[in-house]
């Protein structure tokens, strides 16, 4: 379908990702399975991450492609090239309480630009890039992301501050204000960490 969107999820995949939430690599891996997970419905979805972390995303139903380990820019030009031609969007895997029905709406809203962002609940960041032309991806993500993809064309995109496509997770404070939307994956992880702390 002309109108289809690939979503391109970077995620670390490594027991370094999400180190502010301590060493716990299970609790960042059922974060990015739950991002996966809601992003599924909505389109074509292709992870870049490791070769020991694909085959959890395989299973959900995702294509996985090998992170080059170069670091996050690299891995999202991976991603978008293996997405291959057609609206592509790049979607952050931080994004425990992010529904299906939150991403397919602001796909529809960017499906009428050339280039568009989300910005983190912060203000600071950014959650999701997209273009209808994958070569005219310039994705800056990082940080102050926000204000470097608005210096680079995409046009921001105005999603409540609640949305779930907003709340993405650094911190254990981060988990903590979602708590009750957030992800069954992300859920049975937390559970799990708390009941061996006991």
Known sequence: MADAWTIVVPVKGTAA?????????????????DTVAAALPVGRVVVITSAAAAADFRALG?????DPGQGLSAAVLQGIEAAGPGRVAVLQGDLPALTSAELKAALSLAASAELAFIADAAGTGTTLITALVPERHRPAFGEGSRVAHGAAGYIELYVDKTSGLRCDVDTWADLERLEGRLGRRTVQALATIRQSAR
Not at 17 to 33: F, N, T, V
Not at 62 to 66: I, K, N, S
């Open 17 to 33: 990702a999400k180190s502010r939430l301590g060493a716990d690599s299970g609790l960042a891996r059922a974060i990015a399975l």
């Open 62 to 66: 995702a294509e996985t492609v090998l």
